[in-house]
């Protein structure tokens, strides 16, 4: 019997000898090549792109694509993830990812997060960068999470991702009309008349857009723009999406529409792809969604 605890303690001791061998010797080779994440074997995230899910009055809803790599051949969980923004090393956005995420042995793990970015502070941040002329700037992440770590227990990794990137300005929708013709029971023509406004030095195409129209809470027209739009550098790109309306839903809002347009609601939800000229990984093929709110005493005179 005192042997077999002997041969048992003898193996163990072999077997964390061998693993320590193992991880010095990884750990050597990772230092030799002088990458990035400073050359340690812990786990390490990157930023790969976003998505810019929604845009209203008071908030930008992002989704940010973070790659956790784990170079060690042992699967690890992480119970929640902690993360602050910084643009211009101006927090922005405090969050924690509060899903369990399966970290695979020896591969990477997609995650999205969910960012809400309220409008306010991230106007300040780029109206102060805006005044001074800075077109670049710095972008950062950081984030920490705790594995379940075997025989060691928990642990807490703490890691920061910064870029010095182009300064960004979110393309802003602005809709100067809704040209509804001329109101029939079989058919309305419509055509949202939208002014894009993009402050970047860079161009960019917005494609596979997509809009929808809803007045006084009922949705009365949808259209799609399959084809790619050239929106200019530090200009206001105007742009006539076609609608395809919906008669029945048109004629339930039209005493409305003709005579309480102070008081009637609208609301164009638009969504579309941004493709960078640049081929800028950050920002090719991101979503974008933009929810444009106000009354329809914002716009022209209804034809009858």
Not at 135 to 162: Q, R
Not at 248 to 256: A, N, R
Not at 271 to 287: A, G, V
């Amino acid at each position: 019997m005192k042997k077999g605890w002997i041969l048992a303690l003898v193996i163990l001791l072999l077997l964390v000898a061998g693993g320590y061998i193992w991880y010095s010797r990884l750990r050597h080779e990772a230092a030799s090549e002088k990458g990035a994440y400073d050359n340690t074997l812990k786990p390490r995230l990157e930023l790969t792109r976003f998505d810019i899910t929604n845009i209203s009055d008071d908030a930008v809803d992002l989704t940010m694509y973070m790659l956790i790599d784990n170079p060690l051949p042992v699967g690890f969980k992480a119970n929640q993830l902690d993360y602050t923004v910084f643009i211009a090393h101006t927090p922005v956005v405090k969050d924690s990812y509060q899903k369990p995420i399966e970290l695979k042995a020896g591969d990477s793990t997609l995650i999205e997060l969910p960012v809400k970015l309220l409008a306010k502070t991230a106007t300040n941040v780029l109206k102060t960068l805006e005044n001074k002329g800075i077109d670049s700037t710095t972008y950062t992440v950081n984030s920490s999470f705790s594995l379940d770590i075997p025989i060691l227990g928990e642990k807490t990794f703490a890691t920061t991702i910064e870029r010095r990137l182009p300064t960004f300005f979110i393309p802003k929708i602005k809709i100067e009309d809704i040209d509804f013709g001329k109101l029939g029971l079989k058919r309305t023509d419509v055509a949202a008349k939208v002014a894009v406004t993009n402050k970047n030095k860079f161009p960019m195409n917005i494609t596979d857009a997509h809009y929808t129209v809803t007045i006084n809470g009922k949705q009365i027209a949808e259209g799609d723009q399959p084809e790619p739009i050239l929106i200019k550098p530090q200009a206001t790109t105007p742009v006539i999406f076609p609608v395809t309306a919906r008669p029945g839903k048109t004629l339930s809002v039209l005493p409305k529409m003709l005579f309480d347009k102070k008081d009637t609601p609208y609301e164009v939800f638009f969504r579309c792809k941004l493709i960078d000229r640049r081929n800028d990984p950050m920002l090719q093929h991101s979503k974008f969604a933009s929810t444009i709110r106000g009354t329809l005493d914002d716009f022209k005179k209804i034809k009858k």
